[in-house]
Nanobody, 123 residues
Framework: QVQLVESGGSVVQAGGSLRLSCEAP????????RGWFRRAPGNEREFVAL???????KYAESVEGRFTISRDTVQNSVYLQMNSLTPEDTAVYYC?????????????????WGQGTQVTVSS
């Protein structure tokens, strides 16, 4: 089973920034784009941001204006720039590929889930 690979998680103080990366094996364009989800302890997995290969982006209301998703079509990498982090952003962040051509925030529409990268924001 193909898995995407996330990296860039770390411990950061509130107000700080992090940049997460999502790489595909052999730079292959699995799916119709990339989505970021996160799961905090005791919470359900939630949508964070997505980018379609067309360039269309969508953000969760909780991160709008603070997070920016971007892509490098040459490297087939997707990045999540996270600014003004708060302790509420603490979670494991996962990258996945949407399996339908329309932008979707529904996790069951995604495949090739990675193992996740831990982001911890201290107050």
């Amino acid at each position: 089973q193909v898995q995407l690979v996330e990296s860039g998680g770390s411990v950061v103080q509130a107000g700080g920034s992090l940049r997460l990366s999502c790489e595909a094996p052999e730079r292959t364009f699995y799916g119709f784009g990339r989505g970021w989800f996160r799961r905090a302890p005791g919470n359900e997995r939630e949508f964070v941001a997505l980018i379609m290969w067309s360039g269309v982006t969508k953000y969760a209301e909780s991160v709008e204006g603070r997070f920016t998703i971007s892509r490098d079509t040459v490297q087939n990498s997707v990045y999540l720039q996270m600014n003004s982090l708060t302790p509420e952003d603490t979670a494991v962040y996962y990258c996945a590929a949407p399996t339908i051509p329309e932008p979707t925030t529904e996790a069951h529409r995604y495949s090739y889930w990675g193992q996740g990268t831990q982001v911890t924001v201290s107050s």
